[in-house]
Nanobody
Framework: QVQLVESGGGLVQAGGSLRLSCAAS????????MGWFRQASGKEREFVAF????????SYADSVKGRFTISRDNAKNTAYLQMNSLKPDDTAVYYC???????????????WGQGTQVTVSS
């Protein structure tokens, strides 16, 4: 069973930066494609960013393109989401998710973390 643990959330002022981490265990990390999703209060969960299992492909939601960067470190079994130029609209609980041998961001994710809160103040 794969476990995903997010960290790095917190309170930041608009224009600031945060880096989220997602530590994975229970399966060879290099076989997992990783995604980041977020859910703001009263809204549906939405896709944020994706990196393929090989690391060769990434995808981003239009709302975060140019501001957020997803990456992975297979040696540390960890995926990251670097968030720059944060806006109050980025406030949400951020979840990491994983799926085996994923190439595209669409489709079901088999594993989910518990989420980490990101709050951006204006």
């Amino acid at each position: 069973q794969v476990q995903l643990v997010e960290s790095g959330g917190g309170l930041v002022q608009a224009g600031g930066s945060l880096r989220l981490s997602c530590a994975a265990s229970g399966r060879t990390f290099s076989s997992l494609a990783m995604g980041w999703f977020r859910q703001a209060s009263g809204k549906e969960r939405e896709f944020v960013a994706f990196i393929s299992y090989s690391g060769g492909g990434t995808s981003y939601a239009d709302s975060v393109k140019g501001r957020f960067t997803i990456s992975r470190d297979n040696a540390k079994n960890t995926a990251y989401l670097q968030m720059n130029s944060l806006k109050p609209d980025d406030t949400a609980v951020y979840y990491c998710a994983a799926k085996a041998w994923g190439v595209y961001y669409t489709g079901n994710y088999e594993y989910w973390g518990q989420g980490t809160q990101v709050t951006v103040s204006s």
